[in-house]
């Protein structure tokens, strides 16, 4: 927010300089972003009047104008303006002047520009006639009627005065940067009040008048209907007739210029004035484009077209509210006016729109639209219902004083459910406890009541009503923070954050920490890969066409089509990286991934995407086979507590190769999946040699894992081994075969473990032998010979009933 210390100046007393300003300011809690000074590097730059003009003997855009700068002889000067003319006052830098901004045809100046007499085409000029920008002013803020000309000045200045002083140029603008929170700062006089309150001077607000000499009432020219009070708290209408568009005052637009906004007319920059005044947004209708005498606040239709002020079609959609008359759109609600509803020069009667407008539907439409305004700023942080009427007569106040017209008599004001004061308890010591300071109760209400509070003492209690303008004020905390910035951020005291807290992983940190501690352990290096990634990385591994796995969530603006959507799983990225260390000629790779997965809710479109971790292991080289990942895969899991997990083959998923692909299960819960990367996806990821991957869904690992630790003493009784070769059918997991094998052992069976798996000579086709090591031990008491045989004889009845196993012959 800009804010221009002479336009400050007309509401409240600063008699400090701009940096003390400056540093005050930033005290009591307004941040000051930087400070525009105008009038700076102006040298020997006067006031002339154009008394002569003429063609250029050798140049048809040039003229040889003849210019009074108060001396007995004019100075001839050539000018290449087209809006130069005779009878106007102009700025006239002269020989060895000075200027801050670019010369024309130039889009930036590093440092002052010296003007220097010289001959132009054969012509000898004394000096320059300049335009705004070349004094100083940026080119986004010279008044419409000569941005793409010389400056022509006011009249009534006396030719030879020095510029700066005759203009009043010398000034500053103090850009404050202004949180969302505080929509009343959005301001003039809002700042105003925060100036007042830390200056410690008072307030004054602009005087309105309005003679309303009109027999007819505002009424009799519009209707106001409100369809949708929930997107529209309030909407006021005023009256103008005969008016008159001209050129503003240059004190009005030098307020303008210096907040960094661009004249127009004088309706619109009352309009414009009104709303940096005041923070509230007005709009100016040209009656005659408003039909049936109606105004109605209502949305749109999906898909309905309109034209913008600034020319462009907008696509409207049901969510966006509109004004409408009683035919068509005029304007989208605090966000800009129609094309055809604009002040035009022959605009004769205006309705001045004051209205409130639900913050949440003016940011969407507004990102939606991609148009944001000074108007829909506002809107977007919340703006006071009450300062509608208010700013509507400030608006009608000011047209009368500048002779542009006549108000007509009363407003048209549609509030259906107007806003009570509220009052929030106040407790002073709690304050003082908060902020470490001792601030008597009188002072913190003078303080409350320097900011336009309204304060009552109710024993310990201040009873305090905010204005209205104060949007960010619920409850007592907020006056915390009041109450510490009007006592000084640089008066507090400084102190040591005191607690006996100490940082701690949550369960999920500490297994993950776990995780990677034991696969590090077991020599495997992490990896990080993008979470966006291309579509076509599931094309790559052999997913099919109907797989949650191509479940995607798409990105709005993707930086490109290989970054498009968010991963589902994270195999593709591990085989990406096997391929890039196998093509730079790395011999063997052990890696691991945890990270994030994306996928959509398919039952619940409307919900957010689930988020879920998901751990990958990947590993090549010679030496490392399934089993070297399986075990990897056994230890790991080991080490989270999930004992004796359960793998079963898989044939159908083709990202794996048939027959070497295992789901890893616990407790009836499938967990992952791992195997041997099918030779034709390893081809196509650039993979020269067998590589295995395994995928865990890492949520449910770590729901059933556990980091706590139980004490088992050594066993003090001697074990029994017993090793068993199984001739059964090829299709029988040595899984399932060793889950029979604990079931039937019992609590005496301490350990299964399958050793090898022979096909070949002495064993049929069709058939393979599993050979198990079985070890028995009782915790209480030495075990004998025909225990452990009446126990084991049942293993091989168990296995014999359920695969028709026998033992081999070896």
Known sequence: MLVPIEWLKDYTEVNVTTEEFCEK????????????????????VVVGKVIKKEKHPDADKLSVCMVDVGEDEPLQIVCGAANVAEGINVAVARDNSRIPGPLHGQTQNEGATRIKKGKIRGVLSFGMICSAQELGFDDKVIPVAHKDGIWILPEGLSPGADIKEAMELVSAAVDFEITPNRSDCLSM???????????????????????????????????????????????????????????????????????????????????NFVMLEYGQPIHAFDIRQIEGKKIVVETASKGEKFFTLDGSERILDETMLMIKDGMKNVAVAGVMGGLDSEIKDDTKTILVES????????????????????????????????????????????????????????????YPSPESPKKIDVRPARINHVLGVEIAAEEMAEMFEALEMKVEREGEILRVMPPSVRRDLDSEVDFTEE??????????????????????????????????????????????????????????????????????????????????????ILTPGMLEVMGR????????????????????????????????????????????????????????????????????????????????????????????????IHPDVAELMGIGQ?????????????????????????????????????????????????????????????????????????????????????????????????????????????????????????
């Open 581 to 676: 260390n196998w093509s730079r000629k790395a011999e063997a790779l052990k890696c691991f991934e945890i990270g994030s997965t994306f996928g959509k809710d398919l039952i619940h479109e409307e919900t957010l995407p689930q988020e879920q971790d998901a751990l990958c292991i990947g590993l090549y080289g010679e030496g490392y086979d399934f089993f070297t990942l399986k075990g990897m895969v056994t230890e790991m899991l080991n080490v989270l507590k999930i004992k004796d997990p359960e793998f079963e083959a898989e044939n159908g998923y083709r990202v794996y190769h048939p027959g070497r692909c295992a789901r890893i299960s616990y407790k009836g819960e499938e967990l992952g999946i791992m195997g041997e």
């Open 690 to 810: 067998r590589c295995h991957v395994a995928e865990f869904m890492f949520d449910k690992v770590m729901k059933n894992a556990s980091t706590e630790v139980y004490y088992s003493p050594l066993p003090k009784y001697p074990a029994v081994a017993r090793d068993i070769a199984l001739l059964i059918k090829e299709d029988i997991p040595a899984g399932s075969v060793e889950k029979v094998i604990r079931e039937a052992g019992g609590s005496i069976l301490e350990s299964v473990k399958l050793f090898d798996v022979y096909r070949g000579k002495q064993v049929d086709n069709g058939m393979k032998s599993a050979a198990f090591a079985l070890t028995y031990r009782h915790p209480e008491k030495t075990l004998t010979d025909e225990e452990v045989t009446k126990i084991h004889e049942k293993v091989l009845a168990a296995l014999k009933e359920k695969f028709d196993a026998v033992l081999r012959d070896v």
């Open 483 to 568: 109450a510490a910035r009007m006592y000084g951020y640089d008066r507090l005291p400084v102190t040591i954050p005191r607690g006996n807290s100490e940082a701690a992983l949550s369960r999920e940190e500490n297994l993950r920490k776990l995780t990677r501690d034991t696969l590090c352990a077991l020599g495997a290096n992490e990896i990080q890969t993008y979470s966006f990634v291309s579509p076509k990385s599931i094309d790559h591994i052999g997913i099919e066409e109907d797989s949650w796995e191509r479940n995607f969530v798409h990105l709005k603006n993707p930086l490109g089509e290989e970054n498009s959507v968010m991963r589902t």
């Open 189 to 271: 006089i809002g700042m105003a009040r925060e100036s007042a309150a830390t200056l410690a001077s008072k307030l004054h607000y602009p005087e309105i008048k309005i003679s309303a000499a009109s027999d007819k009432e505002a009424k009799d020219y519009i209707d106001i209907s409100i369809n949708d009070p929930a997107l529209c708290k309030r909407y006021a209408a005023k009256i103008v007739t005969d008016i008159r568009i001209q050129q503003s005052p240059w004190w009005l637009q030098k307020r303008l210029m210096y907040a960094g906004m661009r004249p127009i007319n004088n309706i619109v920059d009352i309009t």
């Open 25 to 44: 300011m930033i005290m009591s809690g307004s941040n000051v972003e930087s400070v525009k000074l105008f009038g700076e590097g102006i040298e020997n």
């Open 355 to 414: 209205a409130n407008f639900d913050p949440e539907s003016i940011r969407r439409t507004s990102k939606k639209l991609g148009l944001r305004t000074e108007a829909s700023s506002r809107f977007e942080k919340k703006v006071d219902p009450a300062l509608c009427i208010i700013c509507a007569e400030r608006v009608c106040s000011l047209i009368e004083m500048l002779g542009a017209g006549n108000v007509v008599k009363g407003e048209v004001d549609v």
